[in-house]
């Protein structure tokens, strides 16, 4: 396999394997959250907070793996 074919394919693995992990995350996260409003209406500014905060660090994890196979993409 010549070099480029060996980057895209490296790139691709990246981002896909990459975005399964923050993906999931997000899912459990959201869904913890709506299951704890339910429980507690009162604490849904409080729980919104900490939700956001938590999907933007699972989030962060997807852009680092995107970041990765921009680089190998085009190097």
């Given at each position: 396999?010549?070099a480029?074919?060996?980057?895209?394919?490296?790139?691709?693995?990246?981002?896909?394997?990459?975005?399964?992990?923050?993906?999931?995350?997000?899912?459990?996260?959201?869904?913890?959250?709506?299951?704890?409003?339910?429980?507690?209406?009162?604490?849904?500014?409080?729980?919104?907070?900490?939700?956001?905060?938590?999907?933007?660090?699972?989030?962060?994890?997807?852009?680092?793996?995107?970041?990765?196979?921009?680089?190998?993409?085009?190097?």
């Amino acid at each position: 396999m010549a070099a480029a074919e060996l980057s895209s394919l490296g790139s691709a693995l990246a981002i896909g394997l990459g975005a399964i992990g923050p993906g999931i995350g997000i899912g459990i996260v959201a869904g913890k959250a709506v299951e704890a409003i339910g429980r507690n209406p009162e604490a849904e500014s409080q729980v919104r907070n900490t939700m956001i905060l938590g999907i933007a660090f699972a989030e962060a994890v997807a852009i680092y793996a995107l970041v990765i196979a921009l680089i190998l993409k085009f190097t």
